[in-house]
């Protein structure tokens, strides 16, 4: 039951991440994901014999875009493991106590906002580089350097690496939704959404007007400077003029913790700035030594998460959403009432299953909150408040938009409108292709995409480059001076020179998010390498499994036309991301890696591999040129002997660089 139980855990981790992170689209709440994980992660440590190699607990998840320089972090930017209760802070306790009798411990408000690594060389600041995957960020130097309280040099002339929290204090991010509105641009939905927005800009002025902070609370390399606790090093880094957060606290016990815990509970509203919660260190340095690491966190450290806010209010209608893949989503109409700090209108209700397993009806009182503190959910209803005037709900059997019957797949819990010519499939897979994400063709909003669409100016993609046909129908319409019309034009003639991986997004290719449309464009260089890659190769890339090689192959043999239509209007179709150094060893070379490489990662080989122009398969077959042997090879080693190909030792492979 417990192999089960791990199993089915891990397949609801996995697809929520791939969901998350490659889609964009998440099915489940940040509060769900954390109870799940936390389950998983119990089971894991009572039964280290079950643990899997695919286990979501042996990986730390983020999405690094192709538009920002990449850095290797020189120490991993690790994450912390959360707690949800004073019962599980006073466990953390009990095991560290094991190990250190007597126990200090650092509380530290948790700031909800992007993590940032800050490099300064002879005492001046050279580079700022995102989280990331945790091994590897963007560089955002340019941005960061607008923040006010980052200083561009430091009292002491040394080199020196700090870690904090860029945020977005609450009264700029008001004053930028204010802006936005009056724009009639969307706005975003939380500061911390803003600040990690405003820091990917890639015009510096935009994140200079954005008004954001830090605070620094990590020192990686502290031993160098002759620091032995972390409240020392909160001190050291004060005395370098970086803004350490006033708040945080040494407490010698953990009752004094729960002191701590309590008081941040009641009084973060009051705060200037969004937290999510509490980060408790254990304050000395060779304590955190001894301890040491699990696979994924520090065993010295944890962040307790302040519970969803919850809040009553009616359900006054459910309506129902279609996406550009024709997914229909019900949501709920609620009375407006604010949650975690903002006004909230309406929730998901996720699928039909979702609402017949709770019984959700229109009239119920409801229970709803921002699950992690960003997407508004109903939890549950109270029955006990229920008239007998409510309407149970009945899924729809048409489309809402076209009226087309909607089909559901036997694999998925979802309704689709299988009509690709809908309105609202339509309407938003010509968002999405603009979106920043994706073409990145500024000023083309959901409103403005609506009215060209019910103008006639914007049926397909291709339309976008055709609008400049219609450039004097346009100053007719309210709102659309000289200037401004101007202005949308060279933003989609701009987006004709993206790189090839923002358009293979931005075509809307189910199952096709940020990340596996970056390794397609890396793995084939350029669209008519993807267009002619059969079912069978496309399996065989990393990362890319049978649903997603099956969704890409079957989008392109429909849509050629369409393709050959977009490089007639002059369309970039060549992967630009990475510059690549021609090598002849390399070049136009197929490789898989087996086994363990001593000197260097698999990312970096596959790295090196790349920028010489050759590709990585996760697979030995015919079409393999190379196989990479490391230490304790596996059966593609075996594989590679038996189809005569060529292998290379790990020496081998460094030599021919």
């Known amino acids: 039951m417990i192999e089960k139980r791990i199993d089915e855990l891990i397949k609801i981790l996995n697809k929520a991440s791939y969901e998350y992170y490659n889609l964009d689209s998440p099915t489940i709440t940040d509060q769900e994901y954390d109870d799940y994980m936390d389950e998983l992660i119990k089971l894991e440590t009572n039964n280290p014999h079950l643990v899997r190699p ?14 920002f320089k990449k850095v290797r972090h020189s120490t991993p930017m690790l994450s912390l493991g959360d707690v ?27 700031i909800d906002g992007l993590s940032v690594s800050l490099i300064y060389e002879k005492g001046k600041l050279i580079r700022a580089v995102t989280r990331g995957d945790g091994t ?5 130097t340019h941005n960061v350097r607008t923040i006010k309280n980052v200083p561009l040099s430091i009292p002491e002339d040394i080199d020196i690496e700090v870690r904090g ?90 009752d004094e913790v729960i002191e701590y815990l309590k008081y941040w509970n009641s009084h973060r509203s009051e705060l200037e700035y969004d937290i999510d919660g509490i980060v408790i260190k254990v304050d000395d340095f060779k304590d955190q030594e001894k301890l040491g690491f699990t696979v994924r966190v520090p065993k010295w450290a944890i962040a307790y998460k302040f519970p969803a806010e919850q809040v009553l209010t009616k359900l006054t209608n459910i309506e129902f959403c279609v996406g550009r893949t024709g997914k229909v989503t019900p949501r709920a109409d609620l009375n407006p009432v604010r949650v975690a700090g903002s006004k909230v209108a309406s929730a998901t209700l996720h699928n039909e299953d979702y609402i017949l397993s709770k019984d959700i009806r229109v009239g119920d009182t409801v229970l709803i909150q921002k699950a992690g503190d960003i997407i508004p959910e109903v939890v549950e209803v109270k029955f006990e408040r229920r008239t007998g005037e409510e309407i149970p709900f009945e899924m729809i059997k048409n489309c809402p938009i076209c009226n087309t019957p909607l089909v559901k797949k036997e694999t998925e819990a979802a309704y689709f409108c ?109 669209i008519d390498n993807i267009m002619n890659a059969t079912y069978e190769e496309l399996c065989t890339i990393t990362d890319i499994g049978e649903i997603i090689a ?93 189809l005569g190909i060529t292998t290379w030792t790990e020496e081998e492979f460094l030599s021919r660089r």
């Not at 590897?136 to 955002?140: F, L, M, Q």
């Not at 909160?234 to 708040?247: A, D, G, I, R």
């Not at 060893?585 to 920028?611: P, Y």
């Open 418 to 526: 299988p009509n690709e010519k809908c309105d609202a499939r339509n309407i938003e897979g010509l968002i999405h292709f603009a979106s920043r994400d994706a073409m990145n063709i500024e000023g083309f909003g959901e409103r403005i995409v609506e009215d060209f669409y019910n103008f006639g100016y914007l049926r397909s993609i291709t339309d976008y480059y055709h609008i400049k046909d219609h450039k004097e129908d346009l100053k007719e319409l309210e709102g659309f001076g000289e200037k401004s019309i101007e202005n949308l034009l060279t933003a989609i003639e701009n987006s004709k020179n993206n790189s090839l991986e923002r358009l293979l997004f931005g075509l809307g290719i189910r199952h096709v998010g940020k990340k596996t449309a970056t390794i397609l464009a890396s793995f084939y260089d350029n």
């Open 84 to 110: 949800f209760n004073y019962e599980e802070v006073i466990e953390f306790d009990e095991k560290i106590k094991k190990t250190i009798p007597n126990p200090n411990y650092v509380c530290e408000l948790k």
């Open 165 to 254: 929290e860029v945020y977005m204090p609450k009264k700029s991010f008001e004053a930028l939704n204010e802006e936005k509105e009056k724009l009639g641009e969307k706005i975003f939905a939380n500061p911390r959404n803003a600040a990690a927005g405003s820091v990917r800009q890639l015009d510096s002025s935009i994140a200079a007007k954005r008004n954001l902070a830090t605070f620094i609370y990590h020192l990686p390399q502290a031993n160098n400077y002759n620091i032995h606790s972390q409240k020392e090093a909160l001190e050291y880094m004060k005395s370098l003029t970086f803004t350490v957060n006033p708040h945080i606290k040494k407490v010698k016990n953990i």
């Open 136 to 140: 590897t960020g963007e560089d955002i």
């Open 54 to 67: 695919d286990s979501p607990t042996l990986k730390v998840g983020s999405t690094v875009i192709s538009e």
């Open 550 to 642: 099956k969704s890409v192959y079957d989008y392109f043999s429909i849509n050629k036309e369409l393709i050959n239509n977009l490089k007639e209007l002059g369309i970039n179709t060549n992967y630009i991301g990475r510059e690549k150094h021609i090598n002849e060893e390399f070049n136009n070379k197929t490789f898989v890696l087996t086994g363990t490489l001593e000197s260097l990662t698999r990312n970096e080989a596959k790295d090196i591999i790349e920028s010489f122009g050759g590709k990585i398969t996760s697979s030995v077959s015919k079409k393999t040129d190379v196989v990479i042997v490391g230490s304790s090879p596996g059966s593609k080693y075996d594989e590679a002997i038996k």
